[in-house]
């Protein structure tokens, strides 16, 4: 029988204790790495044990196979870059200042040469197999449209705003948002906007969005 004063120094044990969560980070950071670096096929869940510190079986264990893994590893992508639309956005205060945050955030995924390599690889990887680009547009494009639905129809009818569609408003927004910088960058002719460049957008494109939505 233990000591009662050592109770508390004893790791804790059970599904979710921190040793595992740390596992699993590591397993994630290796797999956005390396599917980016690799391609899909390149990337082998032994690859990503190896490049994780942890063993193949600890890797299954958290994420059944590649596709589960692959899925995971978009959707942390996006999480790190798109706080916004992942927490809960703030129930009062300016629609202006939140969407100049999201556009701010979107901006930074979309332009990440993390995000323009995913990309890259889903275009050559699209003809040859569309499950892996359902996985892609799920984990990522879809849910960021999702979630920016969410946010405008929380505030639909609020601060002098009407979307008849907020589904069809959010692709209007993000597709203001990439513009034509993101196109030229994702076939390598173009380069990063300096930061008073893509400030400057991001006030334009708002702007123009709050204007076209703004009730008559």
């Known amino acids: 029988m ?16 921190p040793k595992d969560l740390v596992k699993r980070q590591a397993i994630l950071d290796a797999a956005k790495n390396l599917f980016v670096r690799n391609g899909y096929a390149g990337t082998s869940m032994d690859a990503v044990a190896s ?59 979309i332009n990440s040469p993390e995000s323009l390599e995913l ?30 639905e969410r946010f405008l129809t929380r505030i639909n009818n609020t601060n002098g705003l009407h979307f008849d569609s907020p589904a069809r408003a959010s692709e209007h927004f993000l597709s ?19 930061v008073n460049s893509a400030e400057r957008h991001v006030q334009e494109v708002v702007a123009l969005f709050l204007r076209a939505y703004r009730k008559a």
Request: aromatic share 6%; glycine share 8%; hydrophobic share 40%.
């Open 176 to 194: 203001l948002v990439k513009g034509a910088c993101n196109f030229r960058l994702l076939i390598g002719c173009g380069e990063l906007p300096d």
């Open 119 to 148: 990309h890259r690889l889903m275009i050559a990887l699209g003809s040859q197999d569309p499950t892996l680009s359902r996985v892609f547009f799920e984990a990522g494009p879809q849910r960021i449209l999702q979630e920016m």
């Open 2 to 17: 233990p000591d009662p004063s050592s109770i508390d120094s004893m790791p804790p044990s059970g599904p979710g204790r």
């Open 51 to 109: 490049e994780a510190g942890v063993s193949k079986l600890t890797v299954y264990s958290h994420f059944t196979d590649k596709e589960t893994l692959f899925s995971a590893a978009v959707v942390a992508r996006c999480e790190e870059q798109m706080p916004e639309l992942f927490i809960d956005l703030p129930h009062h205060g300016s629609a202006e200042k939140v969407l100049l945050d999201i556009a701010r955030g979107f901006q930074t995924l």
